[in-house]
C-alpha cells in the first residue's frame, strides 16, 4: 500500500507560481510512474503531466506544456509539479498518483494509488 500526500496549493494571481509537492510512503516508490492529475467542478480528472520511475521520460498535456514541470526526488519519496505562469482556468484540485508499472501512464484508469488532493485557485 501506498499513501500519498499532497501539498503546495492555494490562492494566487494569474501569471503566478505555485510548486505541488507530493510525498509518498513506502520503500518502492521509486519503481513507480507519478502523476499529477486535476479536476475542476462539473468535469473528468484530467491528467497533467506524468514522469517515470527513472525520472526520465515525462509527459504534459497540451494546456500546461511550457509553464508547468514535474520532477521526482526518489531519496526523498517525493514528486513535484513546479507551475508557472498560471492562468484562471488552471484552477482545480490537484490530485497526486501512482502507477504500480514503471512506465507513463496517460489517463487515470492507469494509476493504482490517489492522493486527497490540494486546492489550486487561480485568480484573474
Known amino acids: 500500500q501506498v499513501q500519498l500526500i499532497e501539498s503546495g496549493g492555494g490562492l494566487v494571481q494569474a501569471g503566478g507560481s505555485l510548486r505541488l509537492s507530493c510525498a509518498a510512503s513506502?520503500?518502492?516508490?521509486?519503481?513507480?510512474?507519478m502523476g499529477w492529475f486535476r479536476q475542476s467542478p462539473g468535469k473528468e480528472r484530467e491528467i497533467v503531466a506524468a514522469?517515470?520511475?527513472?525520472?526520465?521520460?515525462?509527459y504534459y498535456a497540451d494546456s500546461v506544456k511550457g509553464r508547468f514541470s514535474i520532477s521526482r526526488d526518489n531519496a526523498k519519496n517525493t514528486v513535484y509539479l513546479q507551475m508557472s505562469g498560471l492562468k484562471p482556468e488552471d484552477t482545480a484540485v490537484y490530485y497526486c498518483?501512482?502507477?504500480?508499472?514503471?512506465?507513463?501512464?496517460?489517463?487515470?484508469?492507469?494509476?493504482?494509488?490517489w492522493g486527497q488532493g490540494t486546492q489550486v485557485t487561480v485568480s484573474s
Open positions: 498518483a501512482a502507477r504500480i508499472a514503471g512506465g507513463l501512464g496517460y489517463s487515470r484508469h492507469e494509476f493504482d494509488y
Open positions: 513506502g520503500r518502492t516508490f521509486s519503481s513507480y510512474a
Open positions: 514522469i517515470s520511475w527513472s525520472g526520465g521520460p515525462t
